[in-house]
């Protein structure tokens, strides 16, 4: 999967395709990494649940996340999730950014 996200990223900044040891310089593998997540983020923008399937794509690949996309946009996401490592790796992330969300309110609220 390291591969295909740097190819893609490559392709949107259209540059070669690092070769795969520069992949473990953090700065880079920071950067593809967040560029694949939020690339995800916008492809799956009109979904209620696209943080999720931004995730399942990060996770899993493009594939695999456009053939769980529900056909609803309203509809869930997690349940869809074929892969029993990608459907865990979403919830894991999902309540580790509620729980932020929810202290980062509580923060805010009480200032």
């Excluded at 996200?5 to 953090?26: I, M, Q, R, T, Y």
């Excluded at 594939?63 to 894991?92: C, F, H, M």
């Amino acid at each position: 999967m390291p591969k295909r996200a740097a190819a893609d990223w490559a392709k949107a900044h259209n540059v070669p395709c690092p070769e795969p040891g520069v992949l473990f310089s953090p700065r880079i593998n920071l950067e593809i990494g967040c560029w694949y997540l939020s690339d995800g983020l916008r492809r799956f923008r009109n979904y209620k649940h696209a943080t999720e399937l931004a995730l399942a794509r990060y996770n899993a690949g493009l594939s695999r996340a456009n053939a769980w996309k529900p056909d609803d946009l309203q509809g869930e996401v997690i349940d869809r999730i074929k892969i029993q490592s990608t459907r865990k790796y979403v919830r894991e992330i999902m309540k580790r950014y509620k729980k932020y969300c929810r202290e980062t309110a509580d923060k805010n609220n009480n200032k």
